[in-house]
């Protein structure tokens, strides 16, 4: 008898043991039925000992079920991530086993198929079904429908042998990717960026390079070959690229398509079920070689990554800030030191942190200081709103208005880029003073004209503009304060009343169709002027775009935390970057209260590294990351005086530990989220510390109510 211990996708602390007969020859990884109290539950095979003297008392695996097992190198991962990330491994387990009906078989369907045979008695009816079957292989009642006869012509063709039925997996293998294909001719920079990348995969192991290079400068097609490398050196090799938006994916797809020949499979949130069944069946029995998707594709079963590519590597959404939370970039160098693989960081913007580990050796720097062909980077220049200030109620300064027009007039579009959804971020009553705020979190609700409703972008709260205030009850007394990409519009087309405009938010593209077909006309020049949140700032590539305007470039240093410099000057210069991709010189002009702020000078003068230099240093004199280490513990409950005493509680008990600093309880600066108040510890710690370690030692020093909740954010990235 063998004991058999099995980790469930439940948050439990560790696997449970069972019993099996040695005869099942269990091994880890793979998925088996086992019983949790009277459920039968679903569940991975983490270790066996065969004969155990004790596994007699233990209860009974009850199913072994078919499927790719957890590869070992995927299960390491999980155990690592659980310990770094202070997470039950039951909960990064769930995240691996995606699709539970994957570990079957495919279904299959039947299809008809001509056998080669003619049919003896050539009737019209038959004639039609057989020329019909030998387009396409479909069902017998399709097949009749489409020959315009009767089911009984096509049974009677099967019977006499003209016909055959066919057994047609549901989820066939992918096409591999055509490796006699080549890429498109490489300009030299990029001949060297590619064959350095080529080099280091030839090399094999652990290696993490930076592909770092201007907007434009060609990084997809060197990132592609050094990705055609890795699927020529090993025929089994799988190669990873995460983007950090679904809306990306398309646009890449086909480009891999022609790169490849073939397209590549796709893993993110919004693929249909089937499509998940079968894209997690192939990646898990390794035939699927190239995989593009969003950040959750790291955790799928891989029996042989060697490359992953994570393009845009600085973008925020790489940051998973719900449930298990975790920064899938920081996680895809973990995995791939664990399993030898090779990883390519590219960006125009590179984070700080990659940014350190490239100049310190650590990770390979490998540049591309220079658009491909004539293309150049914009000319950029700051508006002072202190002087050019826009008319009074409005948010457009004459000299962005002036940018614009002279688009327009040669024909060319431009783009305003204002980081705000909706109409305006708070609404008040002129009569008492009243501000619209969500019912239950401590956020103000925004207006959105278009829908008619004032939205809390926190929690999707929403509920229709009153026709009176709630407080004093005076009718039509609200006014909208400040502006969003809805109220920039209705300037825009204040004063451009016949060009054709178009708001690009996640409101007006709510999935990945409604994208495309904006970015398609776009791209063939059907608008003229685009409005868009930062979801325009990721990887389009709009030949006819020249001119760009920000219009609040000091939105995102607003509430400062740590990286707010960082971040405004990646999102305003990538924004900026989406001008002049082509031969047309582009223009970018960024409003600003605050043109001497270091971060504006760094944009004007587009002189990132001299910026960062400036960022880096701070960072290393405060012991932050990466010169130190953060975590953010958030005690949250459903009562005010329950958080509190939680908190106050968690603070009292927390260890001691040389080297680290603990900073709270204070209320979070997002005080209250769905009715949840919330406090907020700060941990910052020596390079040294771990972080991980102290934390689970905390969180098993203190017993708290059942209605409190901690949640654990190791690297934090959100200060609220
Ligand atoms: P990045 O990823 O650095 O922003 P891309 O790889 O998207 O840059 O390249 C920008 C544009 O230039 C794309 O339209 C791409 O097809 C084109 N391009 C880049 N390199 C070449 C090349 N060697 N030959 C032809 N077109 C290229």
Redo the contacts with the bound molecule.
């Keep these: 008898m063998d004991k058999v211990a099995v980790l469930f996708p439940l948050p439990l602390p560790e696997p449970f043991d069972y019993r099996a007969a040695t005869s099942l020859g269990l091994q880890p990884g793979m998925h088996v039925i086992a019983p949790i109290g009277s459920r039968l539950v679903r569940g991975v095979v983490w270790s066996v000992e065969r004969e155990h003297p004790g596994a007699a008392n233990l209860k009974a695996i009850e199913e072994v079920l078919p499927g790719s097992p957890v590869p070992e190198m995927s299960r390491a991962f999980i155990d690592w991530a659980a310990k770094y990330l202070v997470r039950p491994p039951g909960d990064l387990v769930r995240m691996v086993v995606r699709s539970p009906e994957a570990l079957f078989p495919p279904p299959t369907h039947t299809v008809i198929a001509p056998t080669g045979e003619p049919p003896p008695k050539l009737t019209e009816a038959r004639k039609r079904v057989m020329e019909e079957a030998a387009k396409e292989h479909v069902s017998a009642a399709e097949l009749a429908r489409r020959a315009e006869t009767s089911s009984a012509v096509v049974k009677g063709l099967v019977d006499c042998g003209a016909l055959t039925k066919l057994e047609i997996s549901e989820d066939p293998p992918f096409p591999p990717p055509d490796l006699s294909l080549s890429g ?4 030299g920079l ?1 001949q060297a960026a590619a064959d350095e990348m080529c080099a280091t995969v030839r090399a094999g192991g652990f290696h993490v390079a930076l592909l770092d ?9 060197v990132y592609l070959e050094a990705a055609a490398e890795a699927l020529k050196l090993d025929s089994t090799a799988q190669v990873l690229v995460l983007l950090p938006e679904i809306a990306l994916t398309q646009a890449a797809m086909s ?1 891999f398509n022609a790169r490849f020949g073939v397209t590549p499979v796709e893993w993110h949130s919004a693929i249909p079920q089937k499509a998940r069944r079968r894209a997690w069946r192939e990646i898990a029995a390794g035939r699927a070689r190239l995989v593009v998707g969003a950040r959750s594709a790291l955790f799928l079963p891989y029996p042989n990554l060697k490359l992953i590519v994570i ?1 845009e590597e600085h973008d925020s959404s790489y940051k998973q800030e719900e449930g298990v939370i975790y920064q899938a970039r920081d996680l895809a160098v973990a995995r791939a030191k664990l399993g030898d693989c090779m990883v390519i960081l ?1 960006s ?1 913007t590179p984070s700080l942190e990659t940014l350190v580990n490239a100049q310190s050796g650590r990770y390979a720097h490998v540049k ?1 200081p220079a658009r ?2 004539t293309a150049e980077l914009p000319d950029v220049e700051l508006v002072d709103l202190k002087i050019d200030a826009p008319e009074k109620g409005r948010w457009l300064s004459p000299k962005l208005i002036k940018g614009a027009a002279e688009a327009l007039l040669r024909g060319e579009q431009s783009l305003f880029y204002m980081n705000r959804r909706g109409y305006a971020p708070l609404t008040l009553c002129k009569g008492c003073g009243h501000r619209m705020r969500s019912p239950d979190s401590d956020s103000w609700l925004v207006e959105h004209r278009y829908s008619g409703r004032l939205v809390c972008h926190l929690t999707g709260f929403s509920m229709p503009k009153p026709k009176e205030c709630p407080e004093c009850l005076a009718p039509d007394s609200f006014t909208s304060i400040g502006p969003g990409v809805e109220r920039i519009e209705e300037e825009v087309r204040y004063f451009f009343p016949n060009a054709r405009i178009e708001i690009f938010s996640s409101d007006t593209t709510p999935n990945g169709d409604a994208v495309r077909e904006l970015v398609a006309r776009m791209e063939t020049n059907e608008i003229d002027i685009l409005i868009g949140t930062q979801i325009v700032a990721k ?1 389009h ?1 709009f030949p006819n775009l020249t001119f760009v305007g920000v219009v609040d470039a000091d939105l995102g240093l607003k509430g400062g935390d740590l990286r707010a410099g960082e971040r405004t000057y990646q999102l305003v210069s990538q924004v900026a970057g989406r001008a002049g ?1 082509h031969e047309k010189k582009g223009r970018a002009l960024i409003q600003t209260y605050a043109p001497h702020e270091p971060v504006m000078q760094a944009l004007l003068a587009q002189d990132r590294d001299a910026f960062f230099a400036a960022e880096i240093a701070e960072r290393e004199a405060a012991g932050m990351p990466p010169y130190g280490r953060l975590a953010a513990v958030i005690v949250s409950a459903p009562d005010e005086l329950l958080a509190n005493d939680a908190a106050k509680l968690m603070g009292e008990k927390a260890p001691v530990v040389e080297g680290l600093d603990l900073w709270g309880p204070a209320p979070a600066p997002l005080s209250v989220i769905r009715g949840m108040h919330r406090r907020r510890f700060l941990i910052r710690a020596n390079r040294g510390v771990d972080v991980s370690a102290f934390l689970a030692a905390w969180a098993g020093r203190v017993k708290l109510h059942s209605a409190v909740r901690v949640q654990i954010d190791v690297d934090p990235y959100s200060f609220l």
């Design positions: 498109k001719a490489l300009s990029q290079g201007v907007t434009g400068s060609g990084k997809t097609e480009r393009d590219a125009a591309l491909h062909g990887g590539n991709r």
